[in-house]
């Protein structure tokens, strides 16, 4: 819920996550003109935010190029 609230760039929300075996993925859906970065950022600080806010304490991990949170 908070990753869904975050702002973004330029306000399009393209970014997902995918639920697996207890790991979340974070993806970039489409090309946002150079933004993807920023909006990944900005949506995984607040997927953590809302994670501890819940009591589920993890971090991101970069594994082969994609972050997942566990």
């Known amino acids: ?9 330029l306000n399009k929300k393209e970014i997902s996550f995918e639920v697996n075996d207890g790991r979340v993925k974070a993806i ?4 946002n003109h150079g933004y993807e970065d920023i909006d990944l950022g900005i949506s995984m600080l607040h997927f953590e935010l809302g ?18 949170f566990y």
């Open 1 to 9: 819920e908070f990753a869904l609230k975050a702002p973004s760039a």
């Open 28 to 31: 970039i859906d489409s090309k």
């Open 51 to 68: 994670a501890k806010k819940e009591g589920h304490v993890g971090n991101w991990h970069n594994e082969n190029g994609s972050y997942i």
